[in-house]
């Protein structure tokens, strides 16, 4: 790893993917601060600690998808979000890119995947 380990936020509703997502993240030298399955939750996880990157899936428990839930973000000033996803609908795609999220990532989503979104994000800086 190079840099000061990152923080994210996982989003994720299918508790298997989330926690290979977590370890993942953290085998690399990460941390997770929280792992949630809502949008709402996600909203709430951001009122906690500000990571520096927030992993979502679109499909989410609750009453908001990650799509809005990415919006609500990034109105309130939010870090970046990156969709991690099984979705590939044109509708849905052309939905998740008008918020211009910072990747759109297939699932599952595994250690390549993360080590080039850390990298994509450490560019930013």
Do not use: N
């Amino acid at each position: 790893m190079t840099g000061p380990p990152l923080t994210f936020l996982v989003v994720e509703d299918e508790r298997i993917i989330s926690l290979a997502m977590e370890l993942h993240i953290r085998k690399l030298g990460h941390r997770v601060s929280a792992s949630v399955a809502s949008g709402e939750a996600a909203l709430e996880a951001l009122g906690k600690e500000r990571p520096d990157l927030v992993l979502m899936d679109i499909h989410l428990e609750g009453g908001l998808d990650g799509i809005e839930t990415a919006r609500l973000m990034q109105e309130r000033g939010g870090p970046p979000v990156a969709f991690a996803t099984a979705y590939t609908d044109v509708e849905t795609r052309t939905r998740a890119l008008a918020i211009m999220p910072l990747a759109f990532l297939p699932k599952p989503v595994g250690p390549l995947e993360l080590k080039a979104l850390v990298r994509q994000l450490a560019s930013l800086s």
